[in-house]
């Protein structure tokens, strides 16, 4: 019984849900929210990975999710993207509800996915597969901004796309997005199995689109790299959101949240 | 020697039909994830047209090498719209069995129509005897049939290769999903993908049917080689499916000529020593867990 006023609580007023939200780099209550997911559960078949999730990220912001392996992170991003449809629960962006969007329609409304496998096709040129996404918005960067930016996919333009290191994978990945002028971008470990160096990269890529006013929802295990990055945190746990940190309180915390999540 | 020219030519115009075929094969399993066991009985409905063109309508060989690929694109298209795509969502095995059930169909459909004793086509004029090359006599239409499904086959890779078409059907190919999510409506692409599927078996139909038997029956043992051919190509490789249709009618011929007792099973010994040195096919890319 008191499980079932907890639920309807978390679905009719987020409100009581944001109070143990973080003052510092937090979203006044005015503040426009691109993504907006809430109440949000997720099953693969019979198993609930995801319960009564609330995020949300605006415009400029760094938004991540950190957890343990299983801890429903991937499956979250996911279901933004409209990849996993066993869902509950609703998600809005710029106010509009997403629900009976395919994913397709998804990324043409300004979602950018990033995948943890960078999914680079190998049968498309480097250029090709920064090509391939139509262009959604007026931001996008233009193809030579793109290779300003990323010399090395200039260089390596016409060689099949995963011939590239994987970090450069990771480059194109993120380029193919930005090329594209997506509004949000959902990034899945993007500095997993990299180069402390190239992780630094990364960093400057996101701050660098950040600035643009970009959203970014980062799923990181990496919990320094997060710290670098992002405004504020989100700790997943078994499926459900466990705290909700501003940056300077995540940071205070990071011996403790490395032993939380075992590393 | 000059024999053993010939029997080379008889083997590409021959894998020319089976390249033809299993690049249909490969595009609608790259793009839509089906099995299309009818591809052998749209095969055989692509030669039977082309008889039934000539023989009702006098519609010639030329004109039936336009007409008959795009009567079997709309055929195509009413098969995705109307059955293939409502199964989509279901285990592939549905697919699977839906086509098994429709070739069934067809065929039997065919001998009602048309009995099982085979209608008449010749070479057309122009095709027909035989050039001397030298000490060598090589027969015209073969020549014929297999530097057309050479052109065929380029055609289609330069389209798949050089245009954004090509590029969308080689991203979902590859990654369905993931296509999607970076905006590409995939299921736009699927109807088209597949009726073209259709027309190429269709247009190998009617290449081959000068020189076949044409009957109902045609298109069971070719979907059967089919499947090797693909096996052998490397399951969702275009570029495989192309050189293992050549590379299979080239085996099947030569093991006619000078096997005759195990030409039905050379084919298959040459896909069970690729599966076992390279599991994936020749142009098939390994599986990453």
């Known amino acids: 019984m008191s499980d079932d006023t907890t639920a309807t609580t978390t679905t009719e007023q987020p409100a009581p849900d944001r109070a143990g939200a973080p003052e510092a780099g937090s979203p006044g209550p005015g503040a426009a929210r691109m993504l907006e997911v809430s109440g949000l559960s997720a099953w693969y078949g019979e198993a609930r990975v995801l319960t009564e999730v609330s995020i949300d990220v605006a415009p400029g912001e760094v938004v991540t999710l950190v957890g343990r392996n299983g801890a429903g992170k991937t499956t979250l991003l996911r279901s933004v993207m409209g990849l996993h449809r066993q869902i509950e629960g609703t998600m809005t962006l710029d106010g509009a509800d997403l629900a009976k969007r395919s994913a397709d329609a998804r990324a043409r409304a300004g979602i950018g996915w990033v995948p943890d496998d960078r999914g680079i096709y190998a049968s498309l040129t480097v250029a090709e597969n920064l090509l391939l996404p139509p262009v959604v918005h007026a931001d996008a960067w233009p193809l030579e901004r793109v290779y300003e930016f990323f010399p090395v996919l200039h ?8 011939k590239l290191s994987g970090g450069e994978q990771q480059m194109l990945a993120m380029a193919r997005v930005l090329r594209m002028g997506s509004r949000l971008l959902l990034l899945d470990e993007p500095s997993e199995g990299l180069a402390p160096v190239i992780v630094q990269r990364i960093g400057e890529i996101i701050r660098e689109i950040k600035g643009q006013g970009v959203a970014v929802l ?12 992002a405004d504020r945190h989100y700790l997943l746990a078994q499926g459900k959101v466990v705290e909700h940190l501003g940056n300077e309180d995540f940071r205070a915390r990071e011996g403790e949240l490395l032993t939380y999540l075992g590393m | ?14 894998g020319g039909f089976y390249a033809l075929s299993a690049l249909g094969l490969a595009v609608i399993f790259g793009v ?27 519609v010639g060989f030329w004109a039936a090498l336009v007409i008959v690929p795009i009567l079997m694109f709309g055929f195509g298209v009413l098969m995705e719209r109307l059955l293939v795509r409502w199964l989509l969502e279901l285990d592939p095995l549905y697919n699977f069995l839906l086509t098994f059930g429709l070739t069934l169909v067809i065929v039997e459909a065919v001998k009602q129509r048309y009995g099982v004793s085979g209608l008449p086509y010749q070479v057309p004029a122009g095709l027909g005897g035989q050039v001397s090359v030298g000490s060598v006599n090589l027969s ?28 969308i059907v080689r991203a979902a190919t590859e990654a369905p999903d993931r296509t999607r999510a970076l905006g590409i409506n995939v299921g736009l692409w699927v109807t088209p993908v597949f009726g073209f599927g259709i027309a190429l078996a269709g247009l190998a139909g009617v290449l081959a049917a000068p020189t076949r038997a044409i009957t109902a029956e045609m298109g069971s043992n070719f979907i059967i080689i ?18 293992a249709g050549f590379l299979v009618g080239l085996v099947e011929a030569y093991g006619i000529a000078y096997a005759p007792t195990y030409a039905q099973i050379v084919i298959f010994v040459l896909m069970a020593i690729v599966v076992l040195v390279r599991p ?4 098939g890319r390994e599986e990453v867990a």
Do not use: W
Not at chain 1, 155 to 162: K, V, Y
Not at chain 2, 1 to 14: K, P, R
Not at chain 2, 39 to 50: I, K, T
Not at chain 2, 141 to 151: G, K, W
């Open chain 2, 32 to 58: 839509l994830g089906v099995v299309n066991f009818s591809h052998g009985a749209c095969y055989m409905l692509g030669a039977v047209l082309s008889a039934v063109l000539l023989a009702e309508l006098n």
């Open chain 1, 218 to 229: 980062l799923v990181e295990q990496n919990v320094t790299f997060a710290s670098t990055v």
């Open chain 2, 226 to 243: 089919l499947f090797a051919v693909v096996v052998i190509g490397g399951l969702g490789s275009i570029l495989g499916a192309v050189v």
């Open chain 1, 155 to 162: 260089e390596r333009r016409d060689f099949p796309g995963t």
């Open chain 2, 280 to 283: 994936s096919g020749l142009f």
């Open chain 2, 140 to 167: 015209v239409y073969a020549i014929f049939a297999c530097l057309f499904s050479v052109v065929v086959c380029v055609a289609v890779g330069l389209l798949l290769t050089k245009t954004r078409i090509g590029m």
């Open chain 2, 1 to 14: 020697m000059s024999e053993f020219i010939q029997y080379t030519l008889q083997g590409l115009a021959a």
